[in-house]
C-alpha cells in the first residue's frame, strides 16, 4: 500500500498543469494527507498568495526544494 511522502507544512510544486487556469498558482502548501485516489495517495493544498485550494495526487506533485 502506498504511503504519503509529503507531510503538512512541506511546499509543494503541481508537475501537471494541464486543464489549469493560467492564473492559477503552480506552488502549495499541503494541509493535509487525504485517502488513496486511483492507488496514489492524494493532498489538500492551499496557497496563501492567490488564496487557491485543491486536492492533488501525489504523482502530480514535487517537493520544492529550500534554496
Known amino acids: 500500500m502506498p504511503v504519503h ?3 503538512v507544512g512541506q511546499a509543494v ?4 498543469l494541464t486543464a489549469l487556469s493560467p ?3 503552480s506552488t502549495y502548501t ?7 485516489r486511483d ?3 492524494q493532498y ?7 488564496k487557491q ?4 495526487l501525489e504523482r502530480d506533485l514535487e ?5
Not at 510544486?13 to 501537471?16: A, D, G, K, P, S
Request: proline residues 11%; glycine residues 2%; aromatic residues 8%.
Open 5 to 7: 511522502r509529503f507531510t
Open 13 to 16: 510544486r503541481l508537475t501537471n
Open 63 to 67: 517537493p520544492v526544494l529550500a534554496v
Open 23 to 25: 492564473k492559477a498558482a
Open 30 to 36: 499541503v494541509q493535509a494527507p487525504m485517502p488513496l
Open 44 to 50: 489538500r493544498l492551499y496557497n496563501e498568495e492567490f
Open 53 to 56: 485550494g485543491r486536492v492533488a
Open 39 to 41: 492507488n496514489s495517495p
